[in-house]
């Protein structure tokens, strides 16, 4: 059986390409389990995970306990907002005191960078990021590149542009380390404020200019304005932004191809992002979200198989 080269999942950055075409492939199985009238298999019976969130999560949170109860795990929910960390217990002590009730597995978002790593070197337990901050959001980018996958029959030299706020996303570095290591074009867009220099140095193509983005790519990977993670105003309004560097359905059957646009969601709807866009055969979103659920089973079988060897 082949298996990945990580115990943990803390980015993609950690990740081969070998890592992660076995994900992808192993994805596309459970994809077919989840799509028959029977869904559950026994896979991890005797796995106990705890999902820790100490961020707001929709799709991510609900796509883990999912993809956990498919597989026959026990799981355990927890989020900040109701536990003793608000009494002033250190992040170490709760999660020792969690792994203290026979915990096999962790996965955990959190709103600073590196808490998945940090918790890695100290603890026994498999660590799934679910999104540092900032930094890396490691399963969306491996369901985006699954979606594009699915979508096109491969991955490498397929054209992406990833749109929007990429200062404060983590959806957008774990999707270029993705792309690139799959082989993909990738150039990110969005107002000068809100790309930071270092993304000159991934091997990226830079532009400014939403519409040139969207008449070069194959695919664009639209990201919301992350309002709560902006200490400053990056643009001068909302209204403003929707303006330069909103979709909307003229802008997209104005092309020569017909593009595809994925989006992690949550979607602010009329500001990165129109309704007749996002509603359009062109998108992919909902895909996306069941696509997470396989790409999910896949990470906890394949960190689950290493532990029995
Ligand atoms: N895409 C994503 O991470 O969505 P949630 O914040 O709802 O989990």
Redesign the pocket.
């Known amino acids: 059986m082949k298996m990945l080269s990580t115990k943990h999942l803390l980015g993609i950055k950690e990740l081969s390409k070998e890592d992660i075409e076995l994900i992808h492939e192993t994805a596309l199985s459970f994809k077919d389990v989840i799509n028959r009238p029977i869904k559950k298999v026994a896979t991890l019976r005797d796995i106990t995970i705890a999902n820790i969130f100490f961020?707001?999560?929709?799709?991510?949170?609900l796509?883990f306990e999912l993809a956990e109860k498919r597989l026959s795990a026990d799981v355990v929910n927890f989020s900040s907002s109701s536990s003793s960390v608000k009494k002033g217990e250190t992040l170490l002590d709760t999660i020792n005191n969690i792994l203290a009730m026979k915990v096999d597995m962790i996965v955990i978002?959190h709103a600073s960078v590196g808490v998945p790593h940090f918790l890695a070197n100290r603890i026994n337990a498999n660590i799934i990021n679910?999104?540092d901050g900032t930094h890396e959001?490691p399963t969306?980018a491996l369901l985006d590149t699954f979606t594009i996958r699915q979508k096109f029959g491969k991955v490498e030299g397929i054209k992406v542009a990833i749109v929007g706020d990429i200062l404060h996303s983590r959806?957008a570095l774990s999707n270029v380390f993705a792309l690139k290591k799959l082989g993909a074009e990738v150039m990110v867009c969005g107002p000068k404020t809100l790309i930071p220099m270092h993304y000159k140095m991934l091997g990226v193509e830079i532009c400014h200019d939403i519409n040139f983005a969207l008449s070069w790519c194959d695919v664009a990977n639209v990201l919301r304005i992350q309002l709560e993670r902006q200490e400053s105003a990056f643009f001068p309004s909302l209204r403003e932004y929707s303006q330069y560097f909103g979709i909307n359905s003229k802008m997209i059957k104005n092309l020569e191809k017909k593009i595809t646009i994925l989006h992690?969601?949550?979607i602010n709807r009329g500001v990165e992002i129109n309704s007749d866009v996002a509603d359009s055969d062109q998108a992919l979103i909902l895909e996306q979200v069941e696509n997470g659920v396989a790409i999910r089973m896949a990470i906890l079988y394949l960190l689950a198989s290493q532990n029995k060897l």
Do not use: F, L
């Not at 961020?55 to 949170?61: C, G």
């Open positions: 961020e707001n999560s929709t799709r991510t949170r796509s978002r679910a999104g959001h969306q959806v992690p969601g949550p």
